[in-house]
Structures are given as C-alpha cells and as structure tokens.
C-alpha cells in the first residue's frame, strides 16, 4: 500500500475556502485586491461554489466523460489517475489547456488522488474491473462518484456496493446518462403513471446474448510500471500475464463476476436501468430464464414480464426499450424518437428530441445533487436494481436453464451452481 501524501501546500478546499477568507479579511486592515474570478464577476464560478473533480481511468469513453465535466463552468479539474503514462498525459494536457493553467497533477496509483483532501468528486472511468471496488473505496475517502457502467462485477459486490453509498452518505451516479434525456424520461414517466393501464411487459435490448470467462492471452514481456503499470490495472481481478492486447481491451476485461457479461450486462446496465426505472425501480425480477427464440424471459414477483430481446425492435436507434401495458405500449431509442400505440398518449405535450444519448444533462445532474446533496437520477439504490437484474440474466444464461432469486437473501433457491456464481475471490491485498 502506499503511504498517503502529505497535503499539498497552498491548495484550498471549496468547503475551506468562505472560512479562510473570513480569517483573513479579520486580520489584514490593508485594502486587498481580489481577482474577479475569486468573486464570481465576469461571468467565472467563484471558488466556494466550484466542484473541485479528479479522474481515475480515462481512455476513450473517460475521455467524451471529462469533456462532458469540462463544459460545466463550475466544474475545476484538479487530477488525473491511470496505469498509463500516456494516458496520464493526455488528460493533464487537455485540462490545463481548458483551464489555462499547469495545475492539473498525474498519479499513477489511484489511492494518491483519494487521500487529497480538496477533491470533492471523482469520475471513474477504468476498465470494469475497478468500478465496484474503487467507487467503495472512493465513497470511504469522502469522494462524492460518478462512475461509468456496469458499475459492478457480480451480485454480492452490487449489494455491498449499494450499502457502502448508503452508509458514506456518498452522491453516486452511474454512468446510465439516459435517465436524464427527455424522450426516454416521458416513455418511463408514461408506463410509472398508470397511462398505459397495468404494466405487463418491459423489453430490454441486449448487444448480443453470451456469457464467457475472460480467459488468458499469451504471455508477453512486462512494461515498465511508470509507463504501462499492470499489476495496478489487473487490480481485484484474478491474475494473469502480461499481454498488450488485454491492457489495450481493458473496456471487456474482467466484465461480470469472472463472466465477460456481453450484451446482457453492458446494454443491460442501460436498457434495463431505463425498464426498472418504468416499474419505479423495483426490487429485480426473480425468475429468470435462459435464452429461446432470441429472448431471455425473466418475471417480478407480481408476474410482470422483463424480457431480454435482440430482434422485432422499430427502427428507433440503440438502446431501445418497449414498455407495454394493458391499454397502450411505447417505444424508444438513440435516435430520441418516441413510437406510441396512440397520440393520445402525449396528452399535448411536445417532447424534446435529442438523439445521440449525449451524457452532459447528466453530469450536471450529477454536479447539482453534489452541491444539494440531492439524490441524482442513476443513483446507487436504482444501479443496484438493475445490476441485480443484468447478473442474474447472465447467470440464467451462463448455465443454460433456469434460476430464481430469493429477494430476502438474493440467494438463488436451492441452486448450488448458480450461488457460487453470485461471488469471486478477489486477489490480494484487495477487499469489498
């Protein structure tokens, strides 16, 4: 473990910055001249309400993420952290040159960036992984999180990870941007509110349906750990040697409980997120079946459908989600087109269309929940739900039959099989 830092000299928190400036107003009779930007003219964020965030992991997806935090005016970059050095170097680069400063500080060791105290939040944007475990230690350290999706790896690190947010008090938010675009908030707002009469079936659209072991590629010369650092970037993850193309592929790396989850736990943590959210976000289904005829059918406990489909959609764009009840059904996807059984249904209302699932409605969700301490939209009560649902799907889908899940215990009955699929080992020193 490394030694945590000392603090950093003359960094000012937000929440230290109103009291030390009474201090000093206090003691010093001489006039000061305040920069404008310090009393929020000219149009700047003054630093009491600026959100002082750090990134951990940022590769392709991490790197739209930061761009997304980086629009928000009252959003100062402070860190970045990740295994790669060119990674770490490319981050440093963009946020100073937004910033036009040089004071955006690298760590190759993520715990570094968690002892700082003058960071508020964290985006967290590694490889699957890390997100169950780091979102945990980060929320332990005071860190409010965003953090990309599937936000955890099996069922027992998804209960312990809802119960580590409650417990910390932390503002989480995954990545399940979604929520916060207008067209698919109206689909869930119509099925949750009864306007399309008892909610019988949600369809989730899945990217594929396998379940798969990660498994071991060749074994190639280690890197210098200041370039390429892979001890750190295997993590909690069980070991194995060295090898590029696993470091370059680390988005599928290690993705659902030593399951690769597929299309069930990627676009789950998405549609799925968005089918809970229309039943107001549930306790996840209990019966769950393997796939037939292109579907995975899974079942509430009140016998409302949840169901796994990869053909039969309208042509509304990715990640689209069908909600049907008793008088009437809706449809939605990318493309941020609505399809109702009837016109009647938007009762007047006009719809905003925004198509291309962009993620900045939701990190300012995210930064004002931070400030209010308000409960964001993909909250970590909502991810856990629909986790629960994406691994007990792919568990169903793993064996090849049908499992049920206890939600007194979140055991599956009398299935000794599919219960050690519900855990793994982690590999030193790492602990839930």
């Not at 206090?26 to 965030?53: H, N």
Request: charged share 25%; glycine share 10%; aromatic share 8%.
């Amino acid at each position: 473990m490394i030694p945590k830092q000392e603090p950093h000299a003359g960094r000012v928190s937000r929440r230290g910055f109103l009291g030390r400036a009474a201090a000093a107003s206090a003691a010093v009779a001489a006039p000061t001249i305040i920069p404008s930007s310090a009393l929020g003219l000219d149009g700047a964020v003054p630093p009491s309400e600026r959100v002082v965030v750090g990134g951990i992991g940022i590769g392709n997806r991490g790197t739209y993420d930061l761009s997304c935090f980086l629009q928000q005016p009252d959003v100062q970059f402070a860190a970045i952290c990740d295994v790669k050095e060119a990674r770490r170097l490319a981050v440093k680069k963009t946020a100073d040159e937004h910033h036009g400063n040089q004071n955006c500080e690298m760590y190759g060791d993520f715990r570094e960036l968690l002892d700082r105290g003058d960071i508020d939040a964290v985006l967290i944007a590694t490889g699957p992984n890390w997100h169950g475990l780091m979102s945990m230690l980060a929320a332990k350290a005071g860190k409010d999180i965003y953090c990309e999706k599937p936000c955890t790896k099996n069922i027992a690190e998804t209960l312990v990870h809802r119960d580590t947010m409650r417990r910390c008090g932390t503002v989480f938010q995954a990545g399940t941007q979604r929520r916060n675009l207008p067209h698919f908030a109206f689909a869930c707002e119509l099925a949750r509110t009864g306007r399309l009469g008892k909610v019988k079936r949600v369809y989730a659209h899945p990217a594929g349906m396998k379940a798969m072991t990660s498994g071991w590629l060749p074994e190639e010369p280690l890197p210098d750990p200041k370039v390429d650092d892979w001890d750190l970037y295997l993590g909690p993850a069980a070991w194995r040697p060295f090898n590029a193309k696993t470091l370059k592929d680390g988005f599928n790396f290690e993705k659902g409980g030593g399951l690769v989850g597929g299309g069930v736990l990627e676009w789950g943590s998405h549609c799925v997120d968005l089918c809970q959210w229309a039943v107001n976000d549930r306790p996840p289904p209990v019966l769950y079946n393997p796939p037939k005829d292109g579907e995975i059918v899974t079942r509430y406990d009140d016998g409302t459908e949840l169901i796994f489909r990869e053909k039969g959609w309208i042509p509304l764009g990715s990640c689209p989600v069908r909600f049907e009840g008793e008088t009437g059904w809706v449809e939605a996807g990318d493309s941020g087109k609505l399809v109702l059984s009837s016109p009647e249904l938007l009762a007047g209302r006009t719809v905003q269309e925004i198509g291309g699932y962009p993620a900045t409605f939701h990190v300012r969700d995210f930064l004002d929940c931070v400030k209010t301490r308000g409960k964001p939209k993909g909250n970590a009560e909502a991810a856990c739900n629909a986790h629960l649902a994406c691994h007990a799907a792919n568990v169903a889908l793993f064996l090849g039959r049908p499992v049920k899940l206890d939600l007194a215990t979140y055991r599956f009955v009398d299935d000794d099989a599919a219960n050690r699929l519900r855990s793994e080992a982690l590999r030193e020193p790492w602990r839930l």
